[in-house]
């Protein structure tokens, strides 16, 4: 083919705006910020706030972009001190989150101080998180949604509707404004009994009740967004809110593995559109099965058969013995789908390593020393690991009020 054809096209494509669009929105956003320096003509494209919010909508809806990174912290620590693990070869490090939400500020010349700091979820590129703040005169508890590219912050009207402790989480919605709010909290006595648990979207700078359900035998801090719908992980059935209808449901479970074990919950999330669940008949075991939940039917199947055995012999530290017998060393940070079938993995915490176990191929790769103690490294799971995809969410002109 002609250079000169070839130099021509190339020049055609990059400045003819619709075309650019079309190539630009299919972009990870970690790629858009640097291409946003080529020229002016990028940069405004790329800054627009249209362009903005298509690309926020096809990484909501697409499901096409495997995660950036992973942030995850020590579960049992009394404060949150995140830790962040790239997961992509483009990409050396994640976006700082404690340093840029515990700034103290000043209010009225009150000074407001963070004393605690936890992210409860992640969806398509946002965080939710709680934030514990102290002033002269009072302390609150209160939800915000950030977005580590664009430092976008907004802080969520309390909801009062009750004095019991509120759960929040985040909904991606197909229409404007793409994002929505929902807010969880226990009824003192409700049709339901005193476990129910009452559901209140976000509109405006008000709460409207859309709902209520069992809360026995769930927790409401960890909602998995997936299909329209967030859903909680119970002992013997999950329930679930569907956003556009406003219905809620349950999910009866398979039968958990027999075995010793109470907690058989060793993972619940959401990964390239495929929602996954994993139990385990003992806390430690190295064999265990992966079920996926069906869009159609929203029935569990297995999906994959994992044997941590090849992963036990090329680190022997994981045998741990103790008078119960021996136990094997390792936490289930995440599940990631990659998009290739052979690319998925099981992101794993072992003593002094984050390693990928390949859910296909079997292969075992260290990704990351983690440096301390064994009961130091194990103290992660898949509830305190927020998968992370850099997401140009709009900022200061993007609102969770649909009117």
Known sequence: MDKKLVIAAVDVIASNVDILCEILVRLPASSLIRFSAVCKLWYSIIMSMPFRIRHSRCLAFANALPPTGIYFYNCLAKVQNLESLSLTDNVSSLPPLHDELTTSTTIGGDVVEVIDFKVTQSCNGLFMCILTERSNTSTSRKGLVYNPVNKF??????????????????????EPPYYKALCATYLADGNLGASSMGLYMLEGDSWRHCGSMDATGHGFDSGVFWNGAIHWIGVYFSVYFVVSSEEVGRIELPMAPRGPCNQKLRYFGESGGHLHLIRVKNLYAKKFIVLELDKDTLTWSMKYRVHLAKLISTFPEMAQQTPSGTQYAYSILSLIRGEMEEDSVLLLTIPGKVVTYNLVLKTVNVIRELPGEVHDTLRFDHLSSYQYTASFAPGEDWTIDPK
Request: glycine share 0%; with cysteine.
């Open 153 to 174: 912050r907004y802080v969520l009207p309390t909801c009062t509707v009750s004095d019991e402790w509120e759960y929040y989480n985040l909904i991606s919605y197909p």
